[in-house]
DNA sequence: TTGAACTTGTTTATCGACATGGTAAACTGA
DNA sequence: TCAGTTTACCATGTCGATAAACAAGTTCAA
């Protein structure tokens, strides 16, 4: 009689377990009680516990299918050590997450999570939310197993709470080596290496720089790569080539500006991320100067929309949704238990386009 | 003995305390302990229930802020009927949060549940996720409380399930009416209406629409304005002035370029959306097509980046933003047992940049 | 003086799963 | 045959909160 499906007794407790809990979800009991076993065992075969043999496994398994029963998520946390739920901390910017940066590492950390069975919760780095330390409630009150932490910098003094480890968080494409975190990086040094070699064989010189957030050590990365390559070719960087774009394409067109007022024979504009970049660029082509013409413009990132600009503009291709994702494996390693300390590069790539050509002769 | 906090008694608990629950979190019966209550007292301190005097609410509350105590939601949710948990699902794009549209709502979507003391989790609607029926478990096994459902069409057949209105879900930014489900939506037609309006106004009447996704209620509601308003114009459309261009940067640029192929005479273009526009502006420089001398281009959505392209590119502003915020808030109202239908439809406005001008002559 | 209505708690069952110690039954081997 | 070992499953306490039922003390009207 394992196949009872159409006997009379199946009918009636099919009535009674209805009547009893109209409208609910199947449990953990009701799965126990129809296949005649205890709640342990039921819950055994879900974890599938070796304790349990091959047959009351298949018969068990065969109960909760055709019951359509699903394990209360809560109960299971609360029984169990884990939520199976990472956090994904992003910095307090106003409509932060349309972001083509932020939307590809998201992404990354999404698909992936998803594959190894987790789920993804969005939080914000607001003042008030560090405030009452919710970044460490958010693991106290069993919302969360892990953070991935995206677009921080060194003034997130709350990072230094993860010292000690306790609390599994990883930072996805910036380092703090000062707190000691886990993190993924793309690598900057190397980035702006590949810019720096290409614009300087282009016959480039004088060079803009438009960088941002001087608290972003990827970003310092970046400037002290800019003026060692400088250095290194015997040119003197001055100080009115570089300026602040702020990461948006407002900032961006402001520092074009501001450097091409100060120092009008730069013959090449080098901006930390596309948005920067399409600042400029549009600053450029409302004053009449052609790109790549008159000035090569070159940016960081490699987003989506760099292809489809006019001119294209060349840019840095950071591998962010692998970051996203890597990030999210090493931070779930963690969470199971594994203590190496994180620190992975990942290796970049400069994508040429229309936007730069040879140094203009003035 | 209402301050006892450096009494030897005090220390003794202290210690005891600490030892039986080494490291783990504060919990409800320390609390109670320690304030020399019933847990029951403290949980209803914690839900600010009336049937608590001042006197014992104030001294427990102080007793929990001493201990910095903090429920554990789990628990909370188990025996509660709230997971005070909201979805975000999103269409099953790749990279599919690397995209401004969502971005803006996503953004809307979490600053208001944020305020409202909610959590945000996000889901993406892939054929394995609705397959395995996920769109229900996620309720049942008390992952959420609702769904907010961004980007869905009625290829969705999976909204079908919420029919009933046994699971509370918002379609944003779109509607389903065949599915009665409830919404908050833009106002495509009358955003329609004013690219029309403005476009005919200029003297143009050869017009392409390169729009995308029929299976979108909106997109269609779009496409019909776009028909009645040049037939009310007296002007005969054709077909070949219509075209597929995928929601994508790329699809914009071959959608334009098949309607200049099959219709060079058409002077002005008009897209579903901002990044189809980029896509069309972009085919149509490189082909030394002038904007806006020889073809006005004309977007929708208006994002960020519409302005600081080049040109600048007209738009029809979306208040994706808003959209989204008022989306959740009506989301947990109906969470909270509210029972009407919702149907909030939100004004347009076009912004008018330097894509457009006057018809050319030709 | 009685007792109804209010106040302000406390006791305890409950939510739904997990995990551990316990224990029949089956098996093993001398 | 019987002690010892495996195998396979069960009973139950536990996680940490909520909430309904219950209780004791107060107030107040008849």
Redesign the interface.
């Known amino acids: 009689m394992i196949e009872g499906g159409a006997s009379p007794e199946f009918a009636v407790e099919v009535a009674q377990v209805a009547s009893k809990r109209e409208g609910k979800?199947v449990n953990l009991r009701d799965v126990a009680k129809r296949a005649k076993v205890s709640v342990a065992t039921v819950s055994m075969v879900l974890n599938e516990n070796p304790r349990i043999s091959r047959a009351t496994q298949m018969r068990v398994q065969q109960v909760i299918d055709r019951m359509g029963y699903?394990?209360?998520?809560?109960?299971q946390?609360?029984s169990s050590r884990y939520?199976r739920?990472l956090a994904?901390m992003l910095p307090a910017l106003?409509?932060?997450?349309?972001?083509?940066y932020?939307?590809?590492l998201?992404?990354g950390v999404?698909d992936r999570a998803?594959k190894l069975g987790y789920?993804?919760?969005?939080?914000?780095a607001?003042p008030d939310f560090v405030k009452s330390h919710e970044h460490i409630?958010i693991y106290?009150?069993?919302?969360i197993d892990g953070i991935l932490c995206l677009g921080c910098n060194d003034r997130h003094h709350f990072l230094a709470d993860f010292t000690d480890r306790r609390y599994p968080l990883i930072v996805v494409d910036n380092y703090l080596e000062q707190w000691g975190l886990d993190y993924v990086v793309c690598d900057y040094r190397a980035g702006t290496d590949q810019v720096m070699n290409y614009l300087l064989q282009l016959g480039h010189r004088k060079i803009g720089f438009i960088n941002a957030a001087p608290e972003v050590r990827t970003a310092r990365d970046r400037l002290e790569v800019f003026e060692q390559r400088l250095q290194s070719a015997e040119v003197q960087a001055r100080p009115e080539w570089i300026d602040d774009g702020q990461f948006t394409?407002?900032g961006g067109?402001a520092a074009a500006e501001r450097i091409l007022a100060a120092a009008p024979d730069v013959t090449a504009l080098f901006a930390g991320n596309d948005k920067m970049a399409?600042?400029a660029?549009?600053y450029c082509?409302?004053r009449g100067i052609r790109i790549p013409a008159d000035i090569s413009i070159i940016g960081f990132d490699d987003?989506?929309?760099a292809?489809?600009?006019?001119?294209?503009l060349t840019s840095v291709h950071l591998p962010l949704?692998e970051a996203g994702a890597l990030a999210c494996e090493r931070l779930i390693e963690r969470i199971r238990g594994k203590v190496d300390r994180v620190a992975e590069v990942l290796p970049t790539h400069l994508v040429v386009r229309e936007s730069t050509a040879m140094a203009a002769q003035r």
């Open positions: 979800p699903r394990p209360n998520r809560l109960a946390s609360l939520t739920v994904v106003r409509h932060g997450f349309g972001d083509a932020f939307g590809e998201i992404s999404c998803g789920k993804v919760m969005l939080e914000q607001k409630a106290e009150r069993r919302y394409e407002q067109a399409l600042g660029m549009h082509s409302r987003m989506q929309q292809a489809f600009v006019n001119p294209s949704y």
